[in-house]
């Protein structure tokens, strides 16, 4: 699946997604840490105490407002803007560098395709252009 | 000194886009359930009126802090998004370039890009393809 593939290779398998993740994850440990804390402080004004939203009488809420559900929350929300990110800018540079690896391997690679609009089209039509002019010699 | 920070409008405005989107996401996602909870909470049948009706009160200072973090979130990360953009596709113009010198025979000089350019390793592999088949270059 390509979203799977997304947060499995590039987000942290490619360090410059990895070093944007880590930055998205200390953002979110921030904001959580500000929003759980105004939070807490505003149901401690209100006289709710946690063992009284906690006791699972409040069905999501309760759920919501649980430790294992802020972290969830502060580590999915980093996750999910590591992605975003990667998306943009990790996944077609790997792909032209396996692809020239691949050529340097000696393996005979197709013509390099971009999706229409990409960034990297023109740094692909001269790959291709390349790639064109040594086939041509060596026929 | 490089003085312009935006060589690539279209990358740059979405990678830009998308960092600020992400960042925007986690004040929306965290925040979300919070307010959510908070107003589960301030229509729940298991809590008192007087705690429901102070939660309802003080609930707009709460609101008051997922906006104005999101506002700090836009203003302060898009400046570091435009610059992460920019070193990131900056030296993009200059591997075109290279690559269409080579392409019509003028055997340009090898290309060195910082060690820490995103496209330092494609230049590395290309340098050595385009030193391997050079002749072949120059013979078309």
Redesign the interface.
Known sequence: MASTRFILHPVLGHQRSRKIFFLYLALSITIGLLVNWKMDSLLHQAGIYPEMIRDGRNGLASILLSTNTRLFLVLFSALIAGTLTAKHVVGPVNRIRNWLEDWEKGIDVPKLAVRKGDKFSDLVRLLNEFRDKIQQSRQ | MRRHFIT?P??QT??TL??V???L???L???G??I???Q??AN?P??PM??KT??AQ??S??YQ??LW?GLL?VAGLTPFALF?SYK??GP?NR??LW??Q??LGQDPPFLTLRKKD??M??SA??G???HK?SA??R??
């Open positions: 690539h279209k990358f979405a990678f998308s960092f989107v992400g960042a996401l986690m004040v996602i965290i925040g359930a919070n959510l909870a908070l589960m909470l729940s298991t809590l007087a705690q102070a939660l003080q609930a200072s709460f802090l997922i973090l979130t992460l990131f596709i993009l591997l075109e690559m269409e080579n392409l995103e496209m390793p494609v592999v290309l050595r393809l385009l088949y072949r270059l013979r078309q």
